[in-house]
Structures are given as structure tokens and as C-alpha cells.
């Protein structure tokens, strides 16, 4: 499987299709209505092939709710489903239940077998409606499913989703494995040594984001000033999510070529938002290891995690020595039983090393020193 993003043109006809992902907003909060009332009432779930047959039929009777196709109002009842059902494996984990949403922040709709037709060239037909996007790259393979989806900037982007397409591996062996520790001062600490800084894009961007968003603040609701100041803060947001996207994505082309096997500590986000905030949100750990995954599979690399409990800083990486306890503010200590200095981010990173190196399925890869220089 693999998608295909492309953004179509601005356009007054695109209105419609904004017109549809409203209506798809609508009948998501009714099916929600509609399962709660279902429990209140029962005490069970109420099962997605029942509520499908049943807005099948309000469907024919609301003119507003045609606008969406029948198979994209299957996939709404599909995603609460899906929703539901993660909710009711993982309610101990903080998985919260599906809720209502404002219908002007419904994001998408999704197209299986009908309801669109790819005319060739730049071209797509939505319903009665031909729309043109950006041909970045030809669309090859079996196609399986079609999202259209509105950013907060009210641009739409339209997601292909294909099967069947084989992708040339461009594989580059080094033979080389490596420890990284994520930090708050240094967004990676490699086993070798380097250290790699992160930009804090949210940081630099700050000031002008805080002016945009007091600027919106004082304009009356309503009014088409206050449109124009909220489109200006999306902007300023946007700017920012790209910035980082593309410096994650050039940082992961790096390392994988660099390394054939990346070590990394399980971290408990959740844990380390309520404690720094804005700060991890700044660095975006989890997504970047999203995109480091993705790289991975991509170039046949392996992407290691070790156990969230090894004591990764508090292991001396030259005796094994184990303190009891590290204070987070102590950045560099004495082993008491060697008696070498140990850096707090350098020595996790070895750890980690050591530990990944030990779980990793190696294969032809050869176990490099972690003081060989990148």
C-alpha cells in the first residue's frame, strides 16, 4: 500500500466538496447521537451494520446529507467503529471514547469503488464535478480508496491511496549500528559522540505567533476582519509544521544512510508532555520517529527500541556500574566504582547502543564501535 498526496487547484467549484465534507461533519455527530443514546437506552453497543441501514435510510429523506456519497457515509460509520473499538481495548490507557466535533473542523471524507473517476492528465471527477490538481507524480498501481480533506486553511488536498506498486529499493549497506538518546537541551546524542541540535521551530516562531493570534483575539466575531487574522495565524502555524516536517524528513534520509541498524529508548510521551509542555511538543519526538520507521522499512534498515525502564543514564558504559538514583538536573557524574566521568546523554547513548545492538536481528551487519566517527 502506498499514498499519494496531491493539492487541488483553488477553485469556486471546490465550495462543493467543502459542501460535502459539512454535511459528512453533520451525520458524524448524529451517529454519535445516536450511539450514545443506543447505550443510555440498552446498555450495549450499537452495532455499525444497524446504524449503516439506518442512516441509509434518513439519508434519502434530507436533501443536505445526499451531498456526501453512500459509500463515504458507510466510512463515517466505519471510522466510529474503529474508534469505539480501540476505546474499549485500551480504556485503562487513557483511550477516550469518540465525541462530537465542530462541523466547520470535520476534516475529511473518503471514496472507495464509486463515487469518483480518475479522467487522466491533472484530472479528477467527484460526483456530478470535475476538479484539476497538481500532477506531482503519475498514479500507478490499483487504486483503493480516495480521501479528500480541507486543511484549516481551507485548501484541499486529495489522498490516494494505492496497491500493487513496487517500489526499487535503494538499499545502502554500512554495516554500521548506533545509539541515539533523545534530550531536551540536544534533540539526539549518537553513540559516537556528535550531537545533533534541534532548530525549536515553535520557538523561533513564537513572538509572530503570539502577535497573529492577539491580533485575532481583538476582532469582533463574525466579521470578515477576523476571518482574515485567524487565516493569517493557521498560516503561521503551518509554517511552522512544515519547517519541522521538512527538517525531519532530511534528518531521517541522513541516518539511514549512515546506519544500518538505529537504536532508540522507548520514551513515554504522555509522561514527558505533562512535565515540559510546549517543549516536547517543539521537539515532536513521536513524529519523528514516525518518519524514522517509514525511512527504515523504505531502505531495509532496522529501527531498534530497548525497554522504557533500563536505566539507560544511571548505567555507568564503562563498568556497569548502577546508581541508585540520578537526579534529572545532574548532567554529568562520577562512576563510584571506576571512577570515570560520564556524561548523562553521552553514556545513555552508549547504553542504548550496547543494549540494541544486543536484540537487533543483525544479519550480514557488523557491530561497530560506538567511538567510530560518523
Wanted: with cysteine; hydrophobic share 35%.
Amino acid at each position: 500500500m502506498k499514498t499519494l498526496k496531491f493539492k487541488l487547484y483553488q477553485s469556486k467549484r471546490n465550495r462543493h466538496l467543502k459542501r460535502s465534507i459539512n454535511a459528512a461533519g453533520v451525520i458524524y455527530n448524529h451517529c454519535i447521537a445516536l450511539h450514545k443514546r443506543y447505550y443510555r437506552m440498552w446498555g450495549k453497543h450499537l452495532n455499525c451494520g444497524k446504524l449503516q441501514a439506518h442512516i441509509a435510510k434518513l439519508r434519502k429523506r434530507k436533501a443536505f446529507w445526499q451531498q456526501v456519497g453512500s459509500q463515504a457515509v458507510q466510512d463515517i460509520c466505519q471510522r466510529i467503529e474503529k474508534a469505539y473499538q480501540l476505546f474499549f481495548d485500551h480504556h485503562k490507557k487513557g483511550v477516550r471514547p469518540p465525541n462530537f466535533k465542530k462541523v466547520r473542523r470535520y476534516k475529511s471524507i473518503t471514496l472507495k469503488q464509486a463515487g469518483y473517476k480518475l479522467l487522466g492528465g491533472n484530472r479528477i471527477k467527484v460526483g456530478n464535478r470535475v476538479y484539476q490538481y497538481w500532477n506531482s507524480r503519475p498514479i500507478e498501481g490499483t487504486v483503493k480508496t480516495i480521501t479528500i480533506k480541507r486543511t484549516p486553511l481551507g485548501e484541499m488536498f486529495m489522498a490516494v491511496v494505492v496497491d500493487g506498486v513496487d517500489e526499487p529499493q535503494n538499499k545502502v549497506e554500512t554495516s554500521r549500528i548506533a545509539g541515539f538518546d533523545f534530550g531536551l537541551k540536544t534533540f539526539l546524542t549518537v553513540s559516537d559522540g556528535s550531537k545533533i541540535e534541534s532548530p525549536l521551530f515553535l520557538k523561533q516562531s513564537l513572538t509572530a505567533i503570539k502577535k497573529a493570534s492577539r491580533q485575532h483575539s481583538k476582532k469582533r466575531k463574525g466579521s470578515a476582519n477576523r476571518e482574515r487574522a485567524r487565516l493569517h495565524l493557521v498560516r503561521k502555524h503551518e509554517n511552522v509544521v512544515n519547517r519541522r516536517s521538512d527538517w525531519f524528513w532530511k534528518l531521517a534520509h541522513d541516518l539511514t544512510n549512515q546506519f544500518d541498524v538505529l537504536c532508540f529508548e522507548t520514551l513515554n510521551l504522555k509522561g514527558m508532555q505533562r512535565l515540559w509542555g510546549r517543549k516536547i511538543s517543539d521537539l515532536a519526538f513521536g513524529e519523528f520517529l514516525k518518519i524514522l520507521e517509514w525511512m527504515a522499512t523504505k531502505k531495509g534498515k532496522q529501527v531498534v527500541f530497548i525497554d522504557r525502564w533500563y536505566p539507560s543514564s544511571k548505567t555507568c558504559s564503562h563498568c556497569g556500574h548502577v546508581l541508585k538514583e540520578l537526579a534529572l538536573e545532574v548532567r554529568e557524574w562520577r562512576c563510584p566504582s571506576c571512577q570515570s566521568v560520564n556524561g548523562r546523554d553521552e553514556n545513555a547513548a552508549i547504553n542504548i547502543y550496547a543494549v540494541g545492538a544486543s536484540t537487533a536481528k543483525l544479519g550480514n551487519v557488523r557491530q561497530a564501535s560506538p567511538a567510530i566517527a560518523v
